[in-house]
C-alpha cells in the first residue's frame, strides 16, 4: 500500500494511519485479516476538481442515487492497485447489471501520470470498463480525508459510506458486502492473495522528496521507504557501485542526476545494484527514446526489458527468497522513480 505524505487526513484517520503504518512496518500486508462490517460512514463527498472523465461524461454524487457504488483511488503505476484490479474488475462484471458501478479515481503520485494521454494508455492496459475520474490536484482525494493507494468507499443506494478498506485485502469480505447491498448472493469469493507473505523488502524511491537527502539510511515517518547509502541528495554526481550491497539497499553506478521525484541517468552507461527479498521486482521508469535494460539475478541473465514510456516495468518473476539484482542501462535519459515488489 502506498501512502501519500501529503498532510489531508483528519485526527481520528491519523490514527487509523498510524495503526496501518505498524502493519506496514512487517511488511506490505493491509488489513488482511481484519473484520469488515457495514457502518454509517457519513455521505459520500462529491468528486471536485476532476479534470478529466473516462469511460464516462461527467457525474455526481446525486446521479448515483439508487447505485452502489465503489470508490477507488487508484493510480496505474501502484502494483499495490494492480493486484487489487482482478478482483474490483470480477465485481465490476458480476453485478454491474444489478445497480452496481465502480468509479476509479485516477490520483497520480508521479508528475507523467497527469497526463491524460498516459491514463487513457493505461486503461486501455488494463482493460479497464467503469468510469475513471482524473483527480490531478487532488480535489475528491481531499474531499475523501484519504491517504493511500489503493483505497475503496463502498457507498449503498442512498448515498453513505458504508464500509472503508485501506490497501490489498478483505476481498471477499468486500464482495458480501456488495452482494448484500445490491440483493444478490455470492457463491465462490476469492481469498486474499496468499503470496504476500513472501515479500519482504518494501518499496523504495530514488528521489529527494521521498528518500531524504545526505546519504543517511532513514525511513520517512509516513512510509517505509528505503534510503541508499549513497548520497541522495539532488544534484548530479558520479557514483561507484560497491560489489555488494545489504538487504533492501541499492546504489548507482555512473552519473545520475537526482532530483525531488526520480534519479535519472545523465551520461551513457550506468547500473543499479538491488538485493531485495521477493518472488518479483518492478520499476517505475521512464526514457526518452526507446532502451533496452540488461537483467542480471544472483548471477543469471534475465529477459532483457525495453523502456518506451513512463509506465511501471517487471524485471524479475521469479523464486521467493532473498536476491541480487544488476540493472545495466545503456543510454543516457532513463528516469527511475521507485522498485516495488510482489
Known amino acids: 500500500m502506498r501512502t501519500s505524505s501529503t498532510k489531508f487526513v483528519s485526527v481520528a484517520v491519523a490514527l487509523a494511519l498510524a495503526a496501518l503504518l505498524a502493519i506496514a512496518e512487517i511488511g506490505p500486508r493491509a488489513l488482511s485479516g481484519k473484520e469488515l ?3 454509517d460512514h457519513g455521505p459520500a463527498p462529491e468528486f471536485t476538481g476532476i479534470s478529466t472523465w473516462l469511460n464516462s461524461s461527467p457525474l455526481t454524487v446525486a446521479d448515483l442515487q439508487g447505485h452502489v457504488v465503489l470508490v477507488q483511488f487508484w493510480t496505474y503505476t501502484c502494483i499495490n492497485w494492480m493486484r487489487t484490479l482482478p478482483y474490483v474488475t470480477k465485481w465490476y462484471e458480476t453485478y454491474k447489471d444489478k445497480s452496481f458501478i465502480v468509479i476509479g479515481v485516477h490520483t497520480p503520485e508521479f508528475p ?12 486501455k492496459r488494463f482493460g479497464i470498463a467503469y468510469p475513471v475520474a482524473q483527480d490531478n490536484r487532488f480535489s475528491t482525494w481531499k474531499a ?6 489503493p483505497a475503496e468507499y463502498l457507498v449503498d443506494k442512498s448515498g453513505k459510506i458504508v464500509l472503508i478498506q485501506f490497501g490489498e485485502g478483505n476481498y471477499g469480505k468486500i464482495e458480501k458486502a456488495i452482494a448484500r447491498l445490491v440483493g444478490g448472493s455470492v457463491s465462490d469469493t476469492e481469498p ?3 503470496g504476500l507473505s513472501d515479500i519482504g523488502s518494501p518499496e523504495m524511491y530514488f528521489g ?7 546519504g543517511v539510511l532513514e525511513k520517512r515517518p509516513e512510509s517505509s521507504a528505503i534510503v541508499s547509502t549513497q548520497s541522495s541528495s539532488a544534484g548530479e554526481r558520479v557514483y561507484t557501485a560497491p560489489d555488494d550491497v545489504p538487504l533492501n539497499r541499492f546504489a ?4 545520475w542526476k537526482i532530483s525531488a521525484d526520480n534519479a535519472t541517468l545523465s551520461v551513457d552507461g550506468g547500473e543499479i545494484l538491488l538485493r531485495f527479498r521477493a518472488p518479483r521486482v518492478n520499476l517505475v521508469a521512464g526514457s526518452p527514446s526507446s532502451q533496452t535494460l540488461s537483467i542480471v539475478v544472483d548471477g543469471k541473465p534475465q529477459p532483457p526489458v525495453t523502456i518506451q514510456g513512463s509506465q511501471l516495468y517487471s524485471l524479475y518473476s521469479g523464486v521467493a527468497g532473498e536476491h541480487v539484482l544488476r540493472l545495466t542501462i545503456p543510454k543516457a535519459g532513463l528516469s527511475a522513480f521507485s522498485f516495488s515488489f510482489g
Open 37 to 39: 462490517s457495514l457502518s
Open 144 to 149: 475523501y480525508q484519504n491517504y493511500a493507494w
Open 208 to 214: 529527494t522528496e521521498e528518500v531524504g537527502v545526505n
Open 112 to 123: 507523467f501520470e497527469k497526463e491524460t494521454n498516459n491514463v487513457e494508455q493505461a486503461i
Open 252 to 255: 548507482f553506478s555512473g552519473t
Open 192 to 194: 486474499d492473495d496468499p
